[in-house]
């Protein structure tokens, strides 16, 4: 299907087009649905709806900057392409189908595997592109032809952004580097090596301090999105 047809797509579509809501908004986790729409299925992923201005406003950006980290890696296999953006706080993407890797078969995860991982986080980090959610297993997925894909690139950080980018980026491609040798320890033990397994269990001191701003900065905007008082819609 076409972009011009894409474009055309609208948040009221998005409601009549649903066939069912794959995940309930909550704080500042977007609401994401299936839809149909001319005969293609895709995903959309909606930061802004409900909650507070303050949610309105950061869910423009995070919306912004998903579509911009999809569209940098257009042209790479097995991750979500963007379709459209049916207003500021919403993406509309290509369906990646797979197992998360935290609910895959074990079996699956041998030395080819592995590699096709390594050159999947490879390619996306060559563009500037490091996933940034990837120690979340759910976020890679196992395809029905047994290869690796990733999917949920809203904490997606890239090259050029901005200086704070440019100083958190080599961090932030160490720990998608690392989520591999998690992916290892828990599911194929046997191929994780002395090496991996130093990376895995060592992180410096620029990385905690980072990682300990992220958590104060999350905990604040999630407040700010609906209240003291919002209620966690079931999972």
Known sequence: MSEKVWSQLTRSHVDELTLRVLREAWQMRPEVRLISFEGQRAVTKDYGGGGTWFKKLTGMYLARREATALRRAEDIPNVPRVLAMPDACMVAMTCVTGTSASAADPSVFDEHFFDRLTVLIARLHARGIAHGDLEKLDN?????EGEPALVDFASAILSGANP???????????NDRRAIYKLKAQHAPSLLTPAQERVLNTRGGAEIAFRHLRDHVRSAAKVLSVG????????
């Open 228 to 235: 003291r008082n919002g209620d966690r819609p079931p999972d």
């Open 164 to 174: 704070i980018a440019a100083l958190v980026l080599p961090n932030i491609m160490d």
């Open 140 to 144: 890679i997925l196992v395809t029905p």
